[in-house]
């Protein structure tokens, strides 16, 4: 089995009106020959607008969640299918900020990634635990509960990725050690191999929590980490393709 091709995502959560799309463009501009997979994020308001800035380049759009439902009277959310529509080709599910803030349970996560599936997007399934789980050493019991329960069995034979984001890591400039982020990267591809036979070993695990350019290529490079979900950093292009050269 060949490793997975990596992916670098940026997730631009509530950040961004038209303006910023000048750093979109910047990163499709900067991005050179990489190995990797890129990936914008931004609000379901931008998403149209930049897949128009970023068509014909290498530089894919994401969402950064969807409802479950295709259409009905759900209003403020946005269907998967609207955010295909709009031009983005991926859509990030279960982040902890929405897990957390909207109470987001792996049931709810996995009926998304069914919507995401059905409207034709790549999902990117974020999991992490908490300080407090990791300090009472559940991290690992934490993190397989939620791939078990946020990938559903027909993700068999499609794309998506799983991020691991430690929530204690995410905005707050800490990051695991490597071999903390190791322990829990080989845990997540032990539970997609139990999960999905060696189809699990096909699809490459993110590590998302404070990347930046001074610490992605250690990060990067740490065994089965497959790429890396960027917040804050993403916002730059600078930063972000500092992220995506460490590859
Ligand atoms: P951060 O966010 O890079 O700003 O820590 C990562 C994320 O929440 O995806």
Redesign the pocket.
């Known amino acids: 089995m060949t490793t997975p091709q990596p992916l670098i ?1 940026g ?1 631009w ?1 509530m950040n961004g009106v038209s303006a910023s799309l000048a750093e979109a463009k910047a990163v499709a501009a900067g991005l050179g020959s990489t190995s990797a997979r890129v990936a914008l994020c931004p609000s379901a308001t931008l998403i149209a607008q930049m897949a128009w800035a970023l068509k014909d380049t290498a530089v894919a759009v994401g969402g950064q969640d969807c409802r479950a439902e295709p259409s009905g009277a759900f209003t403020g959310d946005v269907a998967a299918e609207q955010i295909k529509d709009a031009g983005a080709s991926l859509v ?1 599910l279960g ?3 929405r897990r957390a803030g909207h109470g987001e349970t792996d049931a709810l996560v996995a009926s998304k990634v069914l919507a995401a599936l059905r409207a034709g997007l790549e999902p990117i399934v ?1 999991v992490g635990e908490t300080l407090e789980q990791r300090k009472a050493g559940e991290a690992l019991a934490v993190v397989t509960g939620q791939v078990r329960g946020s990938l559903p069995a027909e993700l068999a034979g499609k794309a998506y990725s799983v ?1 691991y ?1 430690p929530v204690w ?5 800490l990051t695991p050690t490597t071999p903390e982020i190791e322990e829990v990267h080989r845990a997540i591809r032990a539970t997609l191999v139990e999960m999905f036979g060696e189809a699990g070993r096909a699809m490459p695990i993110l590590y ?5 350019p001074s610490n992605a290529a250690e990060i990067l490079h740490a065994d089965e980490v497959g790429g ?7 916002l730059k292009a600078e930063d972000f393709l500092g992220i995506i050269r460490a590859v």
């Open positions: 995502a997730n959560k990030i982040h902890s900020e974020c991020a984001e890591a995410i905005g707050t400039g998302g929590g404070s990347v930046k890396a979900l960027v917040g804050g950093a993403a």
